[in-house]
């Protein structure tokens, strides 16, 4: 059995409430409002689609059941802005209960695009105090849908890293505007291209409390380096991973031990490329509960305790 949070929407707000103990079924796969399970629960499902669902719904549970909140209602809505007279579209997640001045963490999407997944990710991460700024690097409206577009939209970044930056830095200005925040405390993190993008923004000497990569492309692009880089650096990699191996990890390391950079490495062993991502076939909760519990600790440490 599994105890559900269960989101009333309230205009742009939703507010958490405990409701009874049900058995999770197949209309579970259906929900699109943030659910937690608690963790020691057995179940006997011959689908795996819903095994990874459920998985991933007893690792939420783990990472933000019981994180203290002042006050059980949050905001959660989509915030468009403008680069050079081009709309694009992210997501805000905050928790006013923390009154004014909350930190700032500026989350950055997969190859795919902003999806449910980054939106997911906002929420639980904004009930611990943070304003969560999920942006935007495509432009409004542009939601990959399959591989190939994927591909595609991401490589035309991939291939004008100037651009990536100039839509990386234009969207860290918009969170400084956002209400009810502090705009001198901001800290970014990415997943997959978002953790290369992670990776793009800290070669530009972006000046940040601090940046996390989750299973991102670690390749340094030529002509690049990290000289510039003055944030507190936080790579979580699986050690199994075939998109950005080994080989990888360690060119990376020498680069960062170069310039003396600060930064830390969480290697998972024999865990693969995407394994945050719920629906991914690589994932792996035992890694995305250790990644997340790592996130949390480096920002209280460099971003909340500032």
């Known amino acids: 059995m599994a105890v559900r949070w269960d989101y009333p929407r309230l205009g742009n707000r939703f507010s958490p409430r405990l409701i009874a103990p049900k058995i999770l079924t197949g209309q579970f796969l259906e929900r699109r409002h943030l659910l937690q399970g608690l963790t020691h629960t057995a179940v006997n499902v011959l689908d795996t689609a819903m095994v990874k669902s459920f998985l991933f719904a007893c690792t939420v549970a783990a990472l933000t059941c019981w994180a203290p909140l002042a006050q059980a209602e949050m905001l959660a809505k989509p915030w468009v802005y403008q680069i050079d007279n081009q709309p694009f579209e992210g997501y805000v997640g905050q928790n006013t209960g923390f009154g004014k001045n909350q930190p700032i963490v500026i989350l950055i999407h997969d190859w795919n695009g902003l999806d449910q997944y980054e939106k997911m990710r906002t929420n639980m991460l904004s009930t611990q105090g943070y304003t969560v700024f999920a942006i935007d690097l495509y432009g409004q409206g542009v939601r990959p849908k399959n591989t190939e577009e994927s591909k595609i939209e991401s490589g035309k970044l991939y291939g004008n890293l100037p651009l990536m930056r100039q839509r990386l830095l234009a969207a860290i200005a918009e969170a400084k505007k956002l209400p009810g925040v502090d705009p001198n405390r901001i800290a970014a993190i990415g997943y997959c ?104 600790a480096f920002l209280e440490r460099h971003l909340r305790s500032r």
């Open 193 to 296: 291209f978002g953790g290369s993008a992670v990776l793009e923004l800290a070669r530009s000497g972006a000046d940040l409390d601090g940046l996390v990569s989750f299973h991102g492309g670690l390749a340094i692009p030529p002509g690049q380096d990290y000289k510039a880089l003055s944030s507190p650096l936080l790579i979580l990699h699986g050690a199994a991973d075939p998109v950005a191996p080994m080989t990888q990890v360690t060119e990376l390391a020498e680069a960062l031990n170069a310039v003396k950079a600060n930064f830390d490495m969480d290697i998972y062993g024999g865990v693969r490329h995407s394994f945050s991502v719920w629906t991914s076939d690589d994932y792996d909760p035992h890694a995305d509960l250790q990644s997340w519990s790592a996130l949390l």
